[in-house]
């Protein structure tokens, strides 16, 4: 926002001073702060007033700024590695891959969960590793994994950060592995088997771009696209989608992280090993598959060959609809999902609240779009938004079109034009900056999901979002944004003011065993971290988790790999 | 056949007395005969033109039947179960459901692999099962493999009996549970899920007759197909799809066996589980994975929950296009398996010695298809044929079908209708029974097959038939039949005159030992078993095969599932 156009807003109603400066070299908020240093996306006018009154806050709220983190983290933190080991790690790596100091190890032993950045803004240093290592080459790894399961200390694997389950806490210590600085190179490009291998640290906007400029940099025919967009597109890496099992938002069409994956490599305490690249395979079990999802506590991955697809931007097509009702917008993505006519690429169903603020953030309701909302009586508390994309071919990508717009009219929903879509499209990846924003005023947000089954969807919703609700003062917005033929995921964003760590994580955790009692999964694409694993065993049952600790127990004998990470 | 109809065949030239009596209950030759036994199925007189001219075969060498089998099995191989576990075991499953007589032993120990049918042919008795049990219930088999674990006896699954890879032979003895006597019924259906749970043991035709009349038989409003259509398909269980890992004739649509199942229920030695049926989850590596292709060695299947697809058999549109070379009609199946407009469900591609044989098998070459392919110098020895089929919603299935002729154009492909594709569907279960035929006369017919990625699979090709056609006298007929964006499968039919079983085997396994030395997957859809095994463990690497072996370990730390399945 300039500053003609913030005195202009403030014309408009108090608008609190966004703290926009880029944050100290070294200091906590630089760690917390999402995305680039120099960049920030503050909360509109039409948002900021949902929050006030939802909230029951009034403009002083938003004029001092509360835990702001910007203190110069010291080296106050000493390392428990010995030196004996630091020049042993330096002899691997080389002394300029290698950190001891306590900025380094906080940075990268920390993610983007709320509870991640509370710490940070409450200048907190626990759980981190004793060492920063920025490996060169599977066999700088190879050699680090020896020296660490001989020596019995803990190894993390760092991909770009961008954990929100606690993924990248070191309670015991040990290594923590960049894998974004060096390990980020492209290793083969196959465009008759539309695959690409990478190591598994490159970012996914260096990735994309390759893919979509192929012609100039792969030397290809064709322009392909990799198909994979989590809302931390710009700040996670390729392995880090696939050891988590990311979605991302145009994965109903692509398919989620894990279905991407056609081989992998792995370094383990117990050997390395490559699987093979068959589109599919009846060799009994698939290690490939096994190895997905593992989150750094089987090895590393340090390569993966991935699926690609035609760039064709030209044949996308954007819809939205908005229903009467939350239950007419379920009903048309479900027939939506299961037409036998392919997936949309983009696809979300927002609840009344989220279709509220979203109709008050983007000012469609004073716009051509509300009046045409009015006539049709689409009232506010109820009304429902359906939106998304189409790609592929062209033919493909018009004739789903073509059938979502039958579905949706079938189901009382009205056309809005692809331009809210287009609108949403735009802030896709940086409205994770408003966090921070809100974060300076005790304005907590915080995200969780899960997978659901089209049978069990209203009464996870219901459930889920009533338990919310009951906490006083308290936004619930809930969308679904990744669907199957057999169910979809339901996300839950929850806004409210909390001073308090400890009532914050209690809120939160119930949040989550709500979700887990009522049949969601743990876990869409958010992953399990240090969060969710100790629900783990009550989730999948002994039975199965006796599973992925004998698989753990092969690997890593002695539990150096992520120990604690998936409730092993 | 009927008798004119033989009579008037006479005519045209000598045609064997092919042997169509019913076998005698209780013979050899009723156990390893495909199918039915009052159904025979015996190659026609341009099928076997082809095979006494390459084979160098004359008249003479049809006309006296050889090792038909056609004596009953006698009691004569004594169970080396202890009279104690036999009545522990009757105690279990009910006396009627115990069998420990040889032909029952040897029945079910028995698969379709021509290796199985050379011994049966032989009447040798080797490497059959102590005690046949028809489990009734999961608790039945919770309370067999309790016993079995304590008593260390091995235990085989036996679904549809269809392997043909040596995956029911039991060379310790032990008990072999037959799934689809008892373990055949529903368990859930649920139109909003897309989902079906049935018990492991449920046949093909059942399962699919269930669901294309979901309205009168599950209260349904729609019709719906499984999709899973494997040649196989009338003699094998929707747990052994799952369970080896097979694909249908339809999967480059409807996915294979891997693709379709939500969430499978397990009875191991070490416990039973039951997966969750969420879409997709990101609650680490998914057990429900890790089950797919397991061939009974962890455990034993009871149920499992798989997608269904609405049945709308009135959308299909069938093609096929000759093609001057194989290496156009390669192409084209690449790129159209590559177009991002979805894929055809049944996709065949043939070289140019299936492809004659196909011109004479269905009587083409002197049809007007003939008659065009002659005027466009489609030449016998080059020209390659490519067919298939589109499914789903009609406007996505002609779409396809525009896209596909248009590939097929661009690659010099001339359209010669639908009509062979719908004579190939309409032989495409019974053909198999033609081996039996084919058999009794001494000449043997087999397939191997792999999967294989774009990028090599003209090297696999040249090297695998190079090396069956090395053989003197030897019709090898390939084709690729299961296509994804990142490759296909290649499929080898070979045909030749044999008397010596060790020669087959040799010849055989030096095949599947090309395949592999060639970048060929072992198994694309055969599974494993016994045939496989040996070579496990060069293909993956000791490191993929150390995982196998510790999940092994895991659910069966006395080695008694399916004991030397997948090489564990």
Known sequence: MTKDSLKAAHKAGFIPEWMESVSDRQSFRSIFKWG??????????????????????????????????????????????????????????????????????????????????????????ENISDIVLH??????????????????????????????TLGLTCPRGGVTLVMNTHMNKIVKFSEINRTISVEAGMMGPVYEDLLNNAPEKLEAVNKYTGGHFPQSFEYSTVGGWVAALGSGQASSYYGDAYDLVVSQEYVTPKGSFKTHDFPATATGPKINDIMKGSEGCFGVLVSLTMKIFQYQPETSRQFTFMFPEFENAVNAARQI??????????????????????????????????????????????????????????????NLLKQIKKICSTNYGSN?????????????????????????F??????????????????????????????????????????????????????????????????????IRKIEENCGSLSHHHGIGRMMAPLMEKHLGKAQMDVLRAIKKHFDPYNIMNPGGLGL
């Not at 909390?498 to 009532?503: K, Q, R, T, Y």
């Open 416 to 440: 809005l034009s692809g331009y809210p879509m287009r609108k949403w499209h735009k802030g896709r990846f940086s409205d994770p900056y408003m966090r921070d924003a809100l974060n300076d």
């Open 337 to 398: 999902s299961q037409t036998d006519s392919g997936m949309p690429s983009i696809f979300r169903v927002s609840d009344p609240e989220e279709t509220d603020v979203a109709m008050k953030m983007y000012n469609l309701d004073k716009s051509i779009i509300g009046r045409v909302m009015a006539l049709k009586g689409l009232k506010s508390g109820s009304r429902s938004l359906l939106m998304g994309q189409t790609e592929g071919d062209k033919a493909f990508s018009n």
């Open 135 to 164: 490996p060169g080459s599977k066999e700088d790894i190879q050699d680090i994994l020896r020296l660490c399961h001989e020596k019995r200390i803990p190894v993390h694997v760092y991909g770009g950060g961008s954990s929100v």
């Open 36 to 125: 680039a240093g120099d960049e920030f996306k503050n909360p509109g006018q039409g948002f900021l007033n949902v929050i006030k009154e939802e909230l029951g806050l009034a403009d002083d709220d938003f004029k001092i700024p509360v835990r702001i983190g910007s203190s110069v983290v010291e080296n106050s933190c000493k390392t428990a590695m010995s030196a004996e080991d630091i020049i042993l790690f330096e002899s691997i790596v080389g002394r300029e891959n290698c950190f001891i100091d306590t900025y380094e190890r906080l940075k990268y032993s920390t993610g983007k969960a709320m509870e991640d950045i509370f710490n940070l803004r409450e200048e907190k240093i």
């Open 442 to 511: 005790g304005v907590l947000i915080d995200t969780l999901e899960a997978s659901v089954t089209w049978e069990n969807f209203t009464n996870l919703y219901n459930k889920v979002r009533n338990h919310i609700k009951k906490h006083p003062n308290t936004i619930c917005m809930t969308h679904a944004s990744h669907f199957y033929d057999q169910g979809t995921n339901l996300y839950f964003i929850f806004i409210t003011k909390m001073g308090d760590i400890g009532e914050f994580r209690t809120f939160q955790r119930s949040i």
